[in-house]
């Protein structure tokens, strides 16, 4: 059990509110549960890309269901992340269609690149490289996710021009 | 060129909006099913066009229809299972990505004909711009009239949302999908009940996959009948084929149910050949999961005949010799790529992906990626590849859900093929050290070193 | 509806599952069910245990069915036929669950406080292989409080998940769950919260193995060395019938009255079970059963134990002269055999 001590702001805005309403009003009246996924991706966009025990808390408070229904889902996908992880943060598919066409040496060059080692972020919180299973883009390969969208057909230039867009705050983690 | 169904109009410009797919024809089966045919006519039509599910199980869709439970009086659902997860799968992602709005008319025709008037779409958290374009384009539906109350005036109710995932490739699994969908971990339940009885909330369900879904409007608008006739034998219709690996030109291809594996490989419509002058060593036609066919059971069969993209061929001589169509992840490797790595891989995919609930994924599937890990980084021992055969037929059968049975078959088969690939790994571990995804030296070129006629 | 299980016959109604059928049976065609628990809604079918093979489905559509079924969650159909243990590939499977349930269980039975009572130990005396085949490093998982009542040793959890499923139907509000996936599920509050609930308790009769044991009890005694005996008290909370074990004049534990399936026939309440500890709290009704080859039996009073005498020769403990000397070597001729005679050396060259 990964846990993060680090106290996280909580800011439950009232755009997100209208959001989670939204969202919550797709399940019938006494489904509010269902809403938890989307309601969890939501509320993680809107806090710098984890979930804090509080934070969870928060949710279940919001949906009327127990703080460990919340706890259970959050650990058991791969999206939620349960500590503040870098703000870019490459996840690279290193499942083997992938793998065929050369993650595995890209992801090497990204972490010497970036000084990291996988899954640590870079002093500044500003990176993480993370290896993670089938995205769903093999025949782009190489590929990443970073935010909510895929960067294919990586090159190690283009991986030298990410890192320069990001520094520069040229790229959109979330489309809201 | 072969038949087009679903990618027919994929090439329109503008054809994600709903203008332009509406001036292409769009909506028209919704049109037709809730103006001149009854729900049951609709299902029949289905069932008269044989298509099969194109998730990965392949069961008759009409069949699958007709077991949901009209007599309770429950509300019924339609989930879209859009988790598409599987290695070397991602055609639905591209259905959905260019031309949304097809699987929505899909969802608004086989709600109809299921009865269901709150239906689902369930999106892998991965694909969050998809989720987007999906949302957008219900939007649009609705502002059209195609949703919400008395549509077209013909009295049918119908909202339509998408749900997004978590990151978990186990709610590709029906009834884990919809254990997600209700907001809980996605452990597959104990069946039976079947979804068709008691599903989402308890209530008779249907789950199908993107892109059967996306066939119904066609076949609502040119009959089933007409269906059927393309393809060949059980395989009828057209299938979406994700090729990826070391080939020419990856991507995501229709093809007509029956086309030779050798036309599909090497003809420059479809995939064109290998990337590089390097010969085709294996093919998994199917997803990770289906067991993978060594270079010279690929184009010919056990019985030197034609392989052909069909449920029937690929699977022609069952797991001794053939494959399974699965979800169409066409993953083709040349001779650089090491057997025991990509094992290895698979092998940990599953790890990561076992939910967790039953014993035999939830332990078996660690200890053939811990064993697999071995070998390939070379300390493995000679009975750790009877070792691996062995565990893999104690989960195979043995688990609550398909999981066990997707993490079992690659290894045994990958064995079955490639005996003296691993052989080679144990023996010579010092060759196999240090390298990365692709072998030094092909296999060819080492072979004769664990060859058993060499002296 | 009629049902055969291992050629014996037994009739049961409607909604009946193939594991109570073969309960109301008996012996040996009983599988044996690590998830499964018949007062707790919705258990069963993860463990695979009780995989059973159906011959025939029924008398409308005899038709076996392709795959072992887990018993615990499979229906009767009239006239189905099932093989237990009478089949060799349900015997495989069974030998197959416990190897994977073993494999990254610690093998720390002389230390573990449910030894004794332990269904895992029962399963893999029946069905396990004495050596194992898993040279990898085991799972381990980090050491979490779960409060002053309750011990959680997550790594000897099979994840039955009946501890849940206790907390779910008996309390209001659940505090701990399944956290995580795969091979690292593990039984959590996810916060280290106390477990603290009128009924929390139970947690720790209907786990299986030594994941959840009696914190008052720990280290005090192996249970075989206890004497078990029925009781009950006015309780306002629950039942108050209750299991006390006894050391001499001390009750050591409380427990709930567990049947030959180690299912508690009646949960009872923490108080009974943690806080009612004196002699003078409880109205002893007489001594607990268990099944025959339970471990407990030995310290069964219900026994007579007579002074145990061993009737042999005379000095056979002591032993003979003539062995005083050949062991002592003192007397022996380098030359002289163990029989006493001496070595051919020509024969022996």
């Known amino acids: 059990m990964e846990k993060s001590q680090i106290k996280q702001n909580i800011n439950i805005t009232e755009a997100l509110t209208t959001r989670i309403n939204e969202l919550i009003s797709h399940y019938p009246d006494d489904k509010r549960k269902s809403a938890l996924l989307p309601v969890l991706h939501e509320v993680q966009d809107a806090h710098d890309n984890w979930l804090s025990i509080e934070l969870q808390d928060k949710v279940a408070e919001i949906l009327h269901i127990l703080p460990v229904e919340v706890y259970e889902v959050v650990t058991f996908y791969t999206m939620f992340n349960q500590r503040p992880i870098g703000k870019y943060m490459f996840e690279f598919c290193h499942t083997s269609p992938c793998c065929l066409n050369g993650t595995e040496n890209l992801m090497d060059y990204t972490c010497n690149k970036l000084g990291v080692k996988v899954g640590e972020p870079t002093a500044d919180g500003m990176f ?49 | 060129m072969s038949k087009k169904i679903l990618l027919e109009k994929v090439n329109i410009p ?9 001036q292409n024809g769009g909506y028209t089966s919704v049109e037709k099913a809730l103006k001149t045919l009854t729900p049951d006519e609709v299902v029949e039509e289905v069932k008269t066009s044989g298509i099969r599910g194109r998730g990965g199980a392949g069961f008759p869709m009409g069949m699958k229809w007709s077991f949901i439970d009209k007599k309770s009086g429950k509300p019924r659902y339609l989930v879209c299972n859009a988790d598409e997860s599987e290695p070397g799968t991602f055609k639905d992602r591209y259905l959905m990505e260019f031309i949304p709005h097809l699987l929505i008319e899909g969802m608004i025709t086989s709600s109809y004909a299921l009865g269901a008037n709150l239906s689902y779409i369930y999106i892998r958290g991965e694909y969050m711009w998809v989720y987007k374009i999906l949302e957008k384009a219900i939007a649009e539906a609705k502002a059209a009239g195609w949703l919400g109350k008395n549509i077209l005036g013909t009295g049918y109710d119908l909202d339509l949302y998408v749900q997004i995932g978590g990151g978990a490739y186990i709610c590709g699994e029906e009834t884990a999908l919809i254990e997600s969908l209700e907001g809980k971990r996605g452990n597959p339940r104990i069946k039976p009940p079947f979804p068709a009885v008691s599903g989402l909330w308890g209530n008779p369900t249907v789950v199908n996959n993107v892109e059967t879904i996306s066939a119904v409007p066609w076949i609502v608008n040119n009959s089933g009948a007409a269906y059927a006739e393309i393809g060949i034998g059980r395989s009828t219709g057209t299938k979406l084929i994700s090729a990826s690996g070391n080939i020419k030109n990856p991507g995501v291809y229709e093809i007509e149910m029956g086309l030779s594996v050798y036309e599909f490989m090497n003809s420059d419509e479809y995939l064109g050949g290998m990337s590089t002058d390097r010969p085709l060593k294996a093919l998994v036609p199917g997803g990770s999961s289906v067991p993978v066919l060594p270079a010279h059971l690929i184009y010919k069969t056990a019985n030197n005949e034609d392989r052909l993209m069909s449920y029937e061929s690929l699977s022609d001589g069952g797991f001794a010799t053939g494959s399974m169509l699965g979800s169409g992840g066409f993953i083709v490797y040349d001779d650089r790529a090491c057997i025991v790595r990509n094992t290895w ?34 300390t493995g021992r000679e009975e750790d ?18 999981l066990g049975d997707a993490a079992a078959w690659p290894v045994a088969a990958a064995i079955r093929h490639f005996r003296e690939e691993f052989e080679y790994h144990v023996r010579f571990p010092e060759k196999i050290k240090n390298r990365d995804h692709f072998v030094a030296e092909p296999f060819e070129k080492v072979k004769h070193l664990v060859s058993k006629l060499t002296v | 509806m009629k049902v055969t299980i291992d050629g014996q016959s037994v009739e049961v109604a409607p909604g009946t599952t193939i594991l109570q059928a073969a309960r109301m049976i008996g012996g040996e065609v009983v599988p044996p069910a690590m998830c499964y628990y018949s007062k707790l809604e919705g258990s069963g079918g993860k463990c695979r245990c009780c995989l059973v093979d159906v011959t025939k489905g029924s008398e409308a559509d005899p038709r076996p069915m392709p795959k072992l079924m887990a018993s615990c969650v499979t229906g009767c159909q009239d006239g189905m036929e099932i093989a237990s243990k009478a089949s060799p590939r349900v015997q495989e499977a069974r030998k197959s669950v416990t190897e994977f349930l073993l494999i990254n269980h610690p093998l720390d039975c002389p230390v573990c406080d449910q030894a004794g009572e332990c269904d895992l130990q029962n399963l893999s005396f029946e069905h396990g292989n004495p050596k194992s085949r898993f040279i990898e490093e085991k799972r381990t998982f980090e050491p979490e409080d779960i409060g002053p009542n309750i011990q959680l040793h997550m790594n000897r959890c099979i994840l039955c998940q009946r501890c849940v499923q206790v907390a779910d139907q008996l309390t209001d509000n659940r505090v701990h769950g399944v956290m995580d996936r795969g091979d690292h599920a593990n039984i959590s509050t996810c916060i280290s919260k106390a477990i603290d609930n009128e009924f929390s308790g139970n947690m720790i009769d209907v786990c299986p193995v030594g994941a959840l044991t009696d914190k008052t009890f720990r280290f005090k005694s192996r249970v075989w060395f ?14 108050g019938k209750t299991t006390v074990w006894m050391f001499g004049g001390e009750i050591q534990r409380v427990t709930g009255r567990k049947d030959v399936y180690h299912e508690v026939e009646e949960f009872i309440c923490n108080g009974c079970r943690f806080d009612h500890k004196n002699v003078e709290d409880w109205i002893i009704e007489g001594p607990r059963e268990f099944e025959k080859d339970s471990v407990i039996n030995q310290n069964n009073y219900t026994q007579k134990l007579e002074k145990v005498e061993i009737a042999t020769e005379k000095l056979i403990l002591e032993g003979r002269e003539i062995d005083h000397k050949k062991i002592s070597m003192s007397e022996i001729d380098y030359n002289e055999k163990i029989d006493g005679n001496l070595i051919d050396s020509k024969k022996n060259g």
């Open chain 1, 128 to 176: 993480e490289v993370r290896g993670v299973e089938c995205l769903g883009a093999c025949g782009y390969a190489p590929m990443m996710q970073l935010g909510d969208f895929y960067q294919e057909h990586l090159t190690e230039a283009k991986i030298d021009q990410l890192i320069t867009d990001c520094k520069d705050n040229k790229i959109i983690l979330h489309d809201k």
């Open chain 2, 14 to 22: 503008g054809i994600k909006t709903y203008e332009v797919y509406r």
């Open chain 2, 345 to 378: 891989n698979f092998s940990r995919f599953y790890h990561h992906e076992s939910c967790g609930q039953c014993t035999p994924c939830r332990e078996g599937t660690g200890w053939m990626e811990k064993i697999l890990h071995r070998i390939e980084t070379g």
């Open chain 2, 385 to 402: 590849i009877d070792l691996l055969l062995s565990i893999q037929s104690k989960i195979e059968g043995n688990t609550i859900c398909p």
């Open chain 3, 226 to 239: 206890n004497k078990p005996y029925n009781a009950h008290r006015d309780c306002d909370k629950c039942c």
